[in-house]
């Protein structure tokens, strides 16, 4: 299950900036998000705006924001309250107008509870939330997505089979959204003509084929 949240304001235009806060080293995250000034640390051989000063007058996205490390969610948290945002290195804050998009696979109300997200952040951030549920749970959703995928790799129309459509909607789909465009880019690779059959998708789809 997949969590939408964001702090809400009715700011139109403007950049997107988007952030992964999973993908960013820890001892970086906070010079990515802030930025820096140079001589802040060794390497910063020049100043960095970072994502929020980029952000100015539109939108960050921070994916995986259950991933940012506890000891920097105040400082996030002091942004969002105060609109201002203090580069490392720097002891002048700096004004910055930005809404804040996050999204989560975890659990962050289970989160809270083991200490590893604060509450006041949460709520803060918690405005508006959108929750996508996994893939098996809107099966509607399946065959458009693979269509979609089936189109954007082969570069031709490219059909599905009875057969292959029965399989995408049997499997699971642990992996969800991701594994089933990797599947259909693996269909596509394998296929010598214009109908997907269940031959050609990863053969724990394939096997639920029926005789």
């Not at 910063?44 to 007058?57: I, K, P, V």
């Not at 991933?67 to 002891?91: C, F, M, N, W, Y």
């Amino acid at each position: 299950v997949a969590q939408l949240i964001h702090e809400w304001s009715p700011r139109a235009g403007g950049p997107l900036v988007a952030a992964n806060c999973a993908a960013i080293p820890e001892s970086l995250i906070e010079s990515e998000l802030f930025g820096h000034t140079k001589g802040a640390f060794t390497g910063a051989t020049d100043s960095r705006q970072g994502f929020f000063r980029t952000a100015h007058g539109g939108t960050l996205f921070l994916d995986e924001i259950g991933e940012l490390p506890v000891h920097l969610q105040p400082k996030l948290l002091r942004a969002l309250e105060s609109e201002q945002i203090t580069p490392v290195g720097s002891d002048r804050p700096v004004e910055v107008d930005t809404r804040l998009i996050a999204a989560t696979n975890r659990d962050l109300e289970e989160a809270i509870r083991q200490g590893r997200f604060r509450e006041d952040l949460y709520y803060r951030i918690n405005v508006v939330e959108l929750i996508v549920p996994p893939l098996a749970q809107r099966q509607e959703d399946i065959l458009p997505l693979a269509r979609r995928f089936a189109g954007e790799f082969a570069g031709t129309p490219v059909r599905l089979s009875p057969q292959a459509v029965q399989c995408l909607l049997a499997y699971a789909w642990p992996g969800n959204v991701r594994e089933l465009r990797n599947a259909i880019q693996r269909a596509c690779l394998v296929c010598r003509g214009d109908v997907i059959l269940p031959e050609h998708l990863p053969p724990k789809v394939a096997a639920l084929a029926s005789g």
